[in-house]
């Protein structure tokens, strides 16, 4: 009996069976039981083969889906063609940008979807090219929109190849480029607002280091205006003295009424009085003219062209004006060393001297019951000129020293500093063939080195 089928089974495909014709009288039962095996395997390799086929069939549908639903999600347009150019698969974007819908385009030639004779030339010049590159190559169109406008894409075209390898057609893959000149427009304002916004903080930087400069000159204008103006009021009072004096000469007045006018207005004290109010009134103007030319020299706001600069006097400059200004507490020890002149923008170099000078004093102003106290020095070393900044202050977290130069970090609270002063000091210093660095000094406090090249004059 066969394994596989039960003898119920065999009992009814024999019952089946045609009666043993007289011929075939000397077959034996057990030859019947053969055939039946027999019939009975290729039935289940048949149903089993059935089966097969049933799956195959279903993955051959859900890779069509897949496929399909690929297809359908692409945003950019696709046309699959055969070596003749016609249209042998498309997708939902192609159907939708020319109006068409798949089986209007199915058969039908690409080039017969291009806005002009120029691009349809293209195309066929791509068809006709039989040793494209596997990596395809790209040709801008223009397609006929589904309204009638023009429509640029660009294609990237690529063979397509058989089992065997021979090219059998092309893919053509393109994005309108409508698409990409809007993505550009809003990039393009993206980076205008973003140039704006920089330029907006680092002119808000530079009116901070303005601000500076100018609480310190403003403090420094101070006593020479107030020394003339006290000068002018003494001059009013004098002039009005010798008005009255000189009109009772010439009124005819007698030689005593005279006499005693002169006593009475102390005429010979104005006299001898004047002089010296003139010469302090011209001491204040010069003084006043001094302090003018030089923040015309310095100005933070200057038109960064590039001069020969004594860094000394650059220094000097920043450490009197951020005393004056904002720091009037602040204790300086200031060795200047031998001359060092650098090429560069005066002003520039000002805001970069006054920053740190203002930072190191921020720093040692941070600890209470200690008097702000910086350290700096100017030397000549390897061809550069070195100043070094030492403040008392608690020094740098080492966390912030990688840090301390990036844009908008800063450690003071909200409303106390943009973090930009740094950032953009570093900039100008790389803008003069310099650098700028920080480190912690091993006494405590805050070390910040600008190095400079020097001049060619300067030996």
Request: with cysteine.
């Given at each position: 009996m066969h394994?596989?089928?039960?003898?119920?089974a065999?009992?009814a495909?024999?019952a089946?069976?045609?009666?043993t014709?007289?011929?075939?009288?000397?077959?034996d039962?057990s030859t019947?039981?053969?055939?039946?095996q027999k019939?009975?395997?290729?039935y289940?390799?048949?149903?089993?083969?059935e089966?097969?086929?049933?799956?195959k069939?279903?993955?051959?549908e859900?890779?069509?889906?897949?496929?399909?639903s690929?297809?359908?999600?692409?945003?950019?347009?696709?046309?699959?063609?055969n070596?003749?150019?016609?249209?042998e698969?498309?997708?939902?974007?192609l159907?939708?940008?020319v109006g068409r819908?798949d089986a209007?385009l199915r058969?039908?030639?690409?080039?017969?979807l291009?806005a002009?004779?120029?691009?349809a030339?293209r195309?066929?010049?791509v068809?006709?090219?039989?040793?494209?590159?596997?990596?395809?190559?790209v040709v801008?169109?223009?397609l006929?929109?589904?309204?009638?406008q023009?429509?640029?894409v660009d294609?990237?075209?690529?063979?397509r190849l058989?089992?065997?390898?021979?090219?059998?057609?092309?893919?053509?893959?393109g994005r309108?480029?409508g698409?990409l000149?809007?993505?550009?427009?809003q990039l393009?304002?993206?980076h205008e607002a973003?140039?704006?916004?920089q330029?907006?903080?680092?002119h808000?930087?530079k009116?901070?280091?303005?601000g500076?400069?100018v609480a310190?000159?403003?403090h420094e204008?101070?006593?020479?205006?107030s020394f003339?103006?006290?000068?002018?009021?003494?001059m009013?009072?004098y002039?009005?003295?010798?008005r009255?004096?000189?009109?009772a000469i010439?009124?005819?007045a007698s030689?005593?009424q005279q006499?005693e006018?002169?006593?009475q207005?102390r005429?010979?004290?104005?006299?001898a009085d004047l002089?010296?109010?003139?010469?302090g009134?011209l001491e204040g103007a010069?003084?006043?003219a001094?302090i003018?030319n030089?923040?015309?020299?310095?100005?933070?706001?200057?038109r960064?062209e590039?001069?020969e600069v004594?860094?000394?006097g650059?220094?000097?400059?920043a450490i009197h004006w951020?005393r004056?200004g904002?720091?009037?507490?602040?204790?300086v020890?200031w060795q200047g060393g031998?001359?060092?002149?650098?090429?560069?923008?005066p002003?520039?170099?000002?805001?970069v001297?006054m920053n740190?000078?203002?930072?190191a004093y921020?720093a040692a102003?941070?600890r209470s019951?200690v008097?702000?106290?910086?350290r700096?020095t100017l030397?000549?070393?390897?061809?550069?000129?070195?100043?070094?900044l030492?403040d008392n202050?608690?020094?740098?977290?080492?966390?912030?020293l990688h840090r301390?130069?990036?844009?908008f970090?800063?450690?003071k609270?909200?409303?106390k500093g943009t973090g930009l002063?740094?950032?953009?000091s570093y900039g100008i210093?790389e803008?003069?063939?310099?650098?700028?660095?920080?480190d912690?000094?091993?006494e405590?406090?805050?070390?910040?080195?600008?190095?400079l090249?020097?001049?060619?004059g300067?030996a």
């Amino acid at each position: 009996m066969h394994d596989d089928l039960p003898p119920p089974a065999h009992a009814a495909l024999a019952a089946r069976l045609p009666m043993t014709p007289p011929e075939l009288e000397g077959v034996d039962e057990s030859t019947w039981l053969d055939v039946i095996q027999k019939m009975d395997e290729v039935y289940s390799q048949l149903v089993a083969d059935e089966i097969a086929l049933e799956q195959k069939n279903t993955e051959l549908e859900r890779s069509q889906q897949f496929i399909f639903s690929l297809l359908s999600a692409m945003s950019d347009v696709l046309a699959a063609c055969n070596e003749a150019g016609q249209i042998e698969e498309t997708n939902a974007a192609l159907c939708e940008l020319v109006g068409r819908s798949d089986a209007q385009l199915r058969g039908s030639a690409l080039a017969a979807l291009m806005a002009d004779d120029t691009s349809a030339a293209r195309i066929r010049h791509v068809l006709e090219t039989p040793a494209l590159q596997r990596g395809g190559t790209v040709v801008e169109v223009e397609l006929q929109g589904e309204a009638g406008q023009r429509v640029p894409v660009d294609f990237n075209c690529t063979p397509r190849l058989d089992a065997d390898g021979r090219r059998v057609g092309l893919v053509f893959v393109g994005r309108p480029m409508g698409e990409l000149k809007r993505a550009y427009h809003q990039l393009r304002e993206a980076h205008e607002a973003l140039k704006r916004t920089q330029q907006q903080l680092l002119h808000s930087e530079k009116m901070a280091s303005l601000g500076r400069l100018v609480a310190g000159v403003a403090h420094e204008l101070n006593n020479p205006i107030s020394f003339v103006l006290g000068n002018v009021h003494a001059m009013r009072r004098y002039s009005e003295r010798l008005r009255q004096y000189l009109g009772a000469i010439h009124g005819g007045a007698s030689l005593a009424q005279q006499d005693e006018l002169r006593a009475q207005l102390r005429i010979d004290h104005v006299l001898a009085d004047l002089p010296s109010l003139m010469e302090g009134m011209l001491e204040g103007a010069h003084r006043t003219a001094d302090i003018v030319n030089g923040l015309k020299r310095f100005s933070a706001v200057d038109r960064e062209e590039r001069v020969e600069v004594d860094l000394g006097g650059v220094v000097e400059r920043a450490i009197h004006w951020v005393r004056k200004g904002t720091a009037p507490v602040f204790q300086v020890e200031w060795q200047g060393g031998e001359p060092c002149s650098v090429m560069g923008s005066p002003g520039q170099l000002l805001q970069v001297v006054m920053n740190l000078v203002q930072n190191a004093y921020d720093a040692a102003g941070s600890r209470s019951g200690v008097v702000p106290l910086l350290r700096a020095t100017l030397a000549r070393q390897d061809g550069q000129a070195v100043l070094r900044l030492h403040d008392n202050g608690p020094g740098i977290a080492p966390e912030h020293l990688h840090r301390i130069f990036d844009p908008f970090f800063t450690t003071k609270p909200v409303g106390k500093g943009t973090g930009l002063g740094l950032s953009i000091s570093y900039g100008i210093v790389e803008q003069h063939g310099g650098s700028l660095s920080a480190d912690n000094h091993p006494e405590g406090g805050a070390v910040f080195t600008l190095r400079l090249p020097l001049a060619s004059g300067t030996a």
